[in-house]
Nanobody, 129 residues
Framework: DVQLQASGGGLVQPGGSLRLSCVVS????????MGWFRQFPGKEREGIAC??????????YYQDSVKGRFTISKDNAKNTVHLQIDDLKPDDTAIYYC????????????????????WGQGTQVTVSS
């Protein structure tokens, strides 16, 4: 079975940073596209960023609204994808989910993940003073 385990969320003050991690198992890490979504209270999930898991492909894609503060990265040796969030704001408070799909990463990766992806359980990020 494909499994995704997200971690790294927590309570952080405005202006702080967090690094979320998603460890995957049950599939060949090299062959997937992975990404991060978030869900605000009472709202639908929104895509943040996605990345090719291939060690030979450096493709990444970011939703326009998060460019500059969010960085997606991967560690192929550990079957892990990270999401670094800097200069956190109260509006970043949400549940953050990692998602994987067995498709080549392209500019439609967030749509592909939303439509066909396997989701992890989510990790809560709360930004508050």
């Amino acid at each position: 079975d494909v499994q995704l385990q997200a971690s790294g969320g927590g309570l952080v003050q405005p202006g702080g940073s967090l690094r979320l991690s998603c460890v995957v198992s049950g599939f060949t890490f090299e062959d997937y596209t992975m990404g991060w979504f978030r869900q605000f209270p009472g709202k639908e999930r929104e895509g943040i960023a996605c990345i090719s898991t291939s060690s030979r492909n450096s493709f990444t894609y970011y939703q326009d609204s998060v460019k500059g503060r969010f960085t997606i990265s991967k560690d192929n040796a550990k079957n892990t994808v990270h999401l670094q969030i800097d200069d956190l704001k109260p509006d970043d408070t949400a549940i953050y989910y990692c998602v994987a799909v067995g498709l080549r990463a392209t500019r439609t990766c967030l749509s592909d993940l939303a439509s066909f992806g396997t989701w992890g359980q989510g990790t809560q990020v709360t930004v508050s003073s």
